[in-house]
Structures are given as C-alpha cells and as structure tokens.
C-alpha cells in the first residue's frame, strides 16, 4: 500500500526515489514488490526506448488508483473513530479535514 500511497499521491515513480521514501525497505525487496504491483495489475512501468531499455516511472493502473482510494477510506475510518489514538488532541477528524481537493476529487471520480 506504501507503494501504492507514493506513486499516486506523491508522485514519487521512479526506482530510487521510492527507496527513499521507504527507509529501511531493501532494493531488491522494493523491486520484488513493484514486479508484484505490476503483475497483479496496479502499477504500469513505463519504459524508455533505449539500449538497455530502463525504466522512466512507474503509474498507477486504475485497479492501482482504486485501490489507493480504499487506503484513504481506511485512513480516514481511523481518523474518525480512533481520533484518540492518531491525533493528539484526540478530536474526529472529517474526510474534508484530512484531504485537500484534489484528494476529495480522487476519491469520488468515477462514483
């Protein structure tokens, strides 16, 4: 979900940038998960034409983009009902509260 998380939200698609963003994540562990992704069909790698052809970034598939939306509606459960717990003045948080536009945008495209 973390992967998910970077490339849809954060724009963080290539290789050494989403190792970056997962301190302690192990390259070869990353790489695994992204062929993963990208079998299952979440993430598409987006290759250069070159020799050797190398990746440019990596995109969220619209399976990949929904299931970024379920991770914001996890997210946002928790910020409601375990306010206590994520935040310290431990009041409810609205799904407007914790989005900006554009993720309240993202989260109801296509519904």
């Known amino acids: 979900m973390s992967i998910v998380r970077d490339v849809g939200f954060y724009g963080i698609d290539r290789f050494n ?3 970056k ?3 302690g994540i ?3 562990v990353l790489a695994t998960r992204l062929k993963q992704l990208e079998k299952d069909g979440f993430l598409i790698r987006n290759v ?3 020799v050797p052809p190398r990746v440019v970034h990596w995109s969220l598939t619209e399976k990949g983009v ?3 939306r379920v991770g914001m509606m996890m997210a946002a459960f ?3 009902w375990n306010a206590d717990k994520v935040f310290d003045d431990k009041r409810p948080r609205k799904m407007h509260e914790i989005y900006n536009r554009e993720g309240m945008e993202l989260l109801m495209k296509d519904f």
Request: proline share 11%; net charge positive.
């Open 17 to 19: 940038m989403l190792l």
């Open 78 to 80: 928790s910020c409601k």
């Open 48 to 50: 250069e034409r070159a």
């Open 21 to 23: 963003s997962m301190p």
């Open 26 to 28: 192990p390259s070869k």
């Open 66 to 68: 929904d299931a970024a």
